[in-house]
């Protein structure tokens, strides 16, 4: 395959958690109004189910909450620092690493 010929690449997958200035980045899916919160997948972004109506900011709220209690970090660790109105949002995280924020993310995902 040449160039911008697509395959199964590893240069092609971009992980949901990537280190920034900042602090640790987490790129969410977020699907408001479900029954509970859960991680549905994780590919290129986290796909979070949020037990919050998509108003007045409360899914976003429940986000930060939601993953504050999975990471085992206080809320004041957990930041939404891009996409308040979007689905498409970005987590920015701090007092963890990039590795333990993976495991905990895919141990919530498992088949509990």
Avoid at 14 to 40: D, F, H, M, Q, R
Avoid at 73 to 93: A, I, Y
């Amino acid at each position: 395959m040449g160039p911008g010929e697509s395959g199964a690449s590893t240069v092609s997958q971009t992980e949901p958690v990537s280190v920034s200035k900042a602090g640790i980045e987490i790129k969410i899916l977020a699907k408001p109004a479900a029954k509970c919160n859960s991680i549905t997948d994780i590919n290129d972004t986290v796909g979070i189910q949020i037990a919050a109506p998509p108003v007045d900011g409360e899914a976003n709220l429940e986000l930060v909450k939601y993953l504050s209690k999975i990471l085992g970090l206080k809320k004041s660790q957990v930041t939404l620092d891009k996409g308040s109105k979007s689905r498409n949002k970005t987590v920015l995280v701090t007092g963890s690493s990039k590795e333990e924020i993976l495991q905990k993310l895919k141990e919530e995902k498992g088949d509990s």
